[in-house]
């Protein structure tokens, strides 16, 4: 079964400070790849996705994730954290070739930033 | 546009009665999915409509629960009779596109509290 791993469920910064939030899934086919970013009392928005091409996707708010298919890997990044990027971040994956609107999620990592 | 809508956003219940949660989707979305979220769990798929038709439910728990969508426009879900387990959030997504470009709209969720 496909599944989407996380691996700091809690992470706390100082503004400026560089952000990685890991994520692997487990899956045998191809995959879409995907960032969901809910900020406090907001809806789950895209933050950015993979589909193919260049594995470095650069996504809104100056966050990028990276694909390293031989790792099963969609790493997360942003240079230098903003107060306002305190949000829940959620890695999901769909299976390309079925319903591309059922998202499996990971258990999501909650990001402080302290001003 | 506006967005995907939610009601209501809180519920509380007591332990075997009836809740009814209610999505609204953008308009124009023939897709609509609803998503649950345990508290400390990940995100987890419940059911997939298209229009009217229930096209995988594969993730529904049990029979206590019951999503419809008449017409095609907006959707219940129905828990009867609801259990402790069932506390968490529930969300809804609506996307007007079923392809690899699918982008899914989170509405905020309802958060339900069994008691």
């Known amino acids: 079964a496909q599944s989407v791993s996380q691996h700091n469920h809690h992470v706390i910064l100082s503004e400026a400070a560089s952000l990685e939030l890991g994520c692997n899934y487990s899956y045998g086919g191809t995959v879409n790849l995907f960032w969901y970013v809910q900020y406090p009392g907001q809806h789950l928005q895209l933050l950015l996705k993979?589909?193919?091409?260049?594995?470095l996707v650069k996504g809104i708010k100056g966050f990028e994730a990276e694909f390293i298919k031989s790792k099963f890997s969609f790493n997360l990044r942003k240079p230098s954290v903003q107060w306002s990027d305190t949000a829940e971040y959620f890695c999901a994956v769909t299976s390309l070739s079925g319903n591309t609107g059922k998202l499996i999620f990971g258990q999501g990592t909650t990001l402080q930033v302290k001003p | 546009e506006a967005g995907v809508t939610q009601f209501p956003s809180h519920s509380v219940i007591e332990k075997g009665q009836t809740v009814t949660l209610r999505c609204d989707p953008i308009s124009g979305h023939d897709n609509l999915y609803w998503y649950r979220r345990v508290m400390g769990k990940e995100i987890k798929f419940l059911l997939h409509?298209?229009?009217?038709?229930?096209?995988?439910e594969s993730g529904m728990p049990n029979n206590r629960f019951l999503a419809e969508r008449t017409g095609g426009t907006y959707s219940t879900l129905k828990v009867q009779p609801a259990e402790l387990e069932d506390s968490g959030v529930y969300f809804c997504a609506s996307s007007r596109y079923r392809d690899r470009d699918e982008k899914l709209f989170f509405g905020s969720g309802t958060q339900l509290s069994v008691l």
């Open positions: 409509f298209v229009k009217e038709s229930k096209q995988d």
């Open positions: 993979y589909f193919s091409g260049d594995p």
